[in-house]
Structures are given as C-alpha cells and as structure tokens.
C-alpha cells in the first residue's frame, strides 16, 4: 500500500512553468513505476509523462514531448513533473500514480493514484 500527495499545481500564464511534486508514503516506493496522468473538462484521463523504477527510462505524450520533464528522487520518496513553457491547453487536474506491474512506456497500469492537483493556464 501507498499513499501518494501532490502539490505544486496553480495558475500560470502561457509560456510559463511550474513543478508538481508528489510524495509517497511507504519503503517501498522505488519498486513503483511512476507516472503523471491529467484529466481536462470533459475529457478522458490521459497518461502524460511516466518514469521506471530507477528513473533510467521516461515516457512523455507527444503533447508535451520537450516540454516536460519527470524525475523522482527514491531517497526522498518523490516523483516530480517540470512543466514549461505551459499552454492553455495544458489546464487540467494533474495526477500521480504508481504501478506495481512495472514500466512500459505509454501503458502504465496505475494501482495507487492521488487526489490530484489543479493545473490552470491562462491565455
């Protein structure tokens, strides 16, 4: 079992940048695939960015390919999202999930997830 905790979300405008944090709970965090999803108004939720175990392999939607950037730190039990140059389109609730079924990229099965953070991008 693991609980995960986000913060770091708020209101940007365009072109700017902001760092999620999500911090987990437990000793066994750096067995966890990690992995930032979002979900806007109206749409599904969408696997934006997810990172291995060891932090050696990253995935990132095409959305947000050279924009983003996820990291974690296994001695301080977090998973991070850098998010720059922010879009409108960027706006949604960001959430941070672990998976106990390890990494593949653009397929990771969440089994623990967080109570979100808001992501709101102005124009």
């Known amino acids: 079992q693991v609980q995960l905790v986000e913060s770091g979300g708020g209101l940007v405008q365009a072109g700017g940048s902001l760092r999620l944090s999500c911090a987990a709970s437990?000793?066994?965090?750096?067995?966890?695939?990690m992995g930032w999803f979002r979900q806007a108004p109206g749409k599904e939720r969408e696997l934006t960015a997810a990172?291995?175990?060891?932090?050696?392999?990253?995935y990132y939607a095409d959305s947000v390919k050279g924009r983003f950037t996820v990291s974690r730190d296994n001695a301080k039990n977090t998973v991070y999202l850098q998010m720059n140059s922010l879009k409108p389109e960027d706006t949604a609730v960001y959430y941070c999930?672990?998976?106990?079924?390890?990494?593949?990229?653009?397929?990771?099965?969440?089994?623990?997830w967080g109570q979100g953070t808001q992501v709101t991008v102005s124009s």
């Open positions: 999930a672990a998976s106990t079924g390890g990494f593949i990229p653009n397929k990771l099965r969440a089994d623990y």
């Open positions: 990172i291995s175990s060891s932090g050696g392999g990253t």
């Open positions: 437990g000793r066994t965090f750096s067995s966890y695939a």
